[in-house]
């Protein structure tokens, strides 16, 4: 196991209250796990901000599959790309549209510039892109 270090930590009371109310409000068992999160959450953001990072991703979108060449288009983004597409799930929702999930595996810059260019893509009417850095804490 991991050495664990205690720290003793000054907050305004209100700020506390706060913290502690949403802190119970997402499940979470003491203030521990929710400070850990936190800080977790942080240093990823912050690794994510150097392009090079090696980082994985999911990119999900939503899309009208009777939009022209869309389909097309993102097989050869798949099947071109120098990022590591790790795998793709497609599903169909009604008789329109159809919700594709893409994992990606690569630099933070490179995903995040190919997220863009899918999500801005003609047909797509929802994406969202979900970006961590290969190094967790
Ligand atoms: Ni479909």
């Known amino acids: 196991m991991e050495q664990v270090e205690r720290i003793g930590i000054s907050l305004e009371k209100d700020l506390l209250a706060l913290f502690d109310k949403m802190i119970e409000k997402q499940g979470y068992p003491n203030r521990s796990e929710a ?3 936190l800080i977790r959450g942080q240093l ?6 150097k392009p090079s990072t090696k980082a994985f991703a999911t990119v999900t979108f939503v899309y009208n599959h009777h939009a022209t060449k869309l389909m097309e288009k993102l ?3 798949q099947h071109s790309h120098l ?3 790790i795998c793709s799930t497609h599903v169909h929702l009604d008789h329109d549209y159809c919700m594709e999930i893409i994992v990606l595996k690569g630099p933070a810059g490179k995903i995040s510039k190919t997220a863009d260019y899918i999500l801005s893509q003609k047909g797509i009417k929802l ?4 970006l961590f850095p290969l ?3």
């Open 35 to 37: 400070v850990r999160d």
């Open 44 to 49: 990823s953001s912050e690794q994510l901000l």
């Open 75 to 77: 097989t050869t983004l």
């Open 83 to 85: 990022l590591q597409i």
């Open 127 to 130: 994406g969202k892109i979900s």
């Open 135 to 137: 190094k967790i804490h």
